[in-house]
């Protein structure tokens, strides 16, 4: 059974920084590429990031881009989100997600993405 908890929400004055983590188990980790995701109040889940197998290709929404980092750990079956000069317009649950085929390309679209963790809040205040 894969399993996907996500921790290191919380609240964050705007500029301040977070650092989100992702456990992974119940599968290969390291075949597969993973994505984060996030759902403001009201509003539907947006894609923040993504990151490939190996770790070495990653792509971002406009939003977050120079901001936000992927990365990951497979030894440990982890991935992050660095969140650095965070906004309110941040403030949301935040989601990884990991991709249904292994080695798959880094960009793949939302409905490809076959397991989701439960969320964890970041809010962040001005």
């Given at each position: 059974?894969?399993?996907?908890?996500?921790?290191g929400?919380?609240?964050v004055q705007?500029?301040g920084?977070l650092?989100?983590s992702c456990a992974?188990s119940?599968r290969?980790f390291?075949?597969?590429?993973m994505?984060?995701?996030r759902?403001?109040?009201g509003?539907?889940?947006?894609?923040?990031?993504?990151i490939n197998w190996?770790?070495g290709s990653?792509?971002?929404v406009?939003?977050?881009?120079?901001?936000?980092?992927?990365?990951?750990?497979?030894?440990?079956?982890r991935?992050?989100?660095?969140m650095n000069?965070?906004?309110?317009?941040d403030?949301?649950?935040?989601?990884?997600?990991?991709?249904?085929?292994?080695?798959?390309?880094?960009?793949i679209?939302e409905?490809?993405?076959e397991y989701?963790?439960?969320?964890?809040q970041?809010t962040v205040?001005s």
């Amino acid at each position: 059974q894969v399993q996907l908890v996500e921790s290191g929400g919380g609240l964050v004055q705007a500029g301040g920084s977070l650092r989100l983590s992702c456990a992974a188990s119940g599968r290969t980790f390291s075949m597969y590429s993973m994505g984060w995701f996030r759902q403001a109040p009201g509003k539907e889940r947006e894609f923040v990031g993504a990151i490939n197998w190996s770790g070495g290709s990653t792509y971002y929404v406009d939003s977050v881009k120079g901001r936000f980092t992927i990365s990951r750990d497979n030894a440990k079956n982890r991935l992050y989100l660095q969140m650095n000069s965070l906004k309110p317009e941040d403030t949301a649950v935040y989601y990884c997600a990991t991709g249904s085929r292994p080695y798959g390309t880094t960009r793949i679209p939302e409905r490809e993405y076959e397991y989701w963790g439960q969320g964890t809040q970041v809010t962040v205040s001005s």
